[in-house]
């Protein structure tokens, strides 16, 4: 996804890496296999203004604040991107960024695609994964068995997730479908090692290539 060709592309040492799907595609358990993988992962909590769902904590899933906190945050200028996604307000904080300046650094944003494309057009070495469900029919029945959400929430989801799909599918830079878990949580984990790879990321100043 290159949604400014005018900057050069300057690679940071670690990774800034955002992860978005639909509601129910399973973001978060995949990002929990993540988290277990890499300790080294710093996740972005995000703030928002939407009240704790089922046992969801305020400082570990999100920060859960008033819409006077938030805006307060940002009149500060405390947010990388802020959005707002079904009728309430989430924001990402500046602060984890710096982990992706680290060598071998890994700040995962866990976000939705318009929050996705502004990192993106700041950071655009950020690497951008889009998880999408096997099917329509199989997101709803995820969202269902998760037991968290009142049936006319999930409508709503089911109506916001089609658009999110589309929006994702046509501009992210990997495209991981979540069927089977273990091979989804495979292929986020070979994008992770395959981009530390990369040609800039890598430190060859050991190497004394530059020497006459
Ligand atoms: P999201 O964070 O994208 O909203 P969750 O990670 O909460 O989604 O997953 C939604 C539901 O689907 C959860 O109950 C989760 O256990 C289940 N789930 C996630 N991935 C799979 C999968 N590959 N197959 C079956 N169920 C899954
Ligand atoms: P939920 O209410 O299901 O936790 O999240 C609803 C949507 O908000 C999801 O698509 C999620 O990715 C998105 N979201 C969560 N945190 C942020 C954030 O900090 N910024 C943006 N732009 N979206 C977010």
Redesign the pocket.
């Known amino acids: 996804m290159n949604t400014n060709p005018q900057i050069p592309i300057v690679l940071s040492p670690g990774l800034l890496l955002v992860l978005s ?12 296999m993540i988290e277990k993988e890499f300790p080294e992962a710093e996740f972005s909590i995000s703030y928002t203004t939407r009240a704790p769902r089922g046992a969801e904590q305020n400082g570990k899933d999100y920060h859960f604040v008033d819409t006077l906190t938030f805006q307060q945050m940002i009149d500060r200028n405390e947010f990388v991107e802020w959005a707002e996604v079904h009728g309430n307000f989430y924001g990402s904080s500046k602060r984890v960024i710096d982990h992706s300046y680290r060598p071998g650094g890994i700040a995962v944003f ?1 976000i939705d695609v318009q929050g996705g494309t502004s990192i993106k057009r700041k950071y655009p070495d950020a690497v951008c994964i889009f ?1 999408l469900p096997p099917s329509m029919d ?1 997101l709803e029945r ?2 269902r ?3 968290t959400d009142t049936d006319d929430v999930i409508r709503r989801r089911m109506l916001a997730a089609r658009a999110e799909c589309e929006k994702g599918a046509q501009s992210y830079d990997y495209l991981v479908i ?4 273990d091979d ?1 949580f495979q292929q986020l984990r070979s994008i992770v090692i395959s981009e530390r790879s990369r040609r800039g990321r890598v430190d060859t100043t050991a190497l004394r290539l530059q020497q006459p």
């Open positions: 799907a639909p509601s129910g595609a399973g973001k978060t358990t995949l990002a929990r866990d998880i199989e995820r969202l068995s998760r037991g979540n069927d089977r878990l989804a």
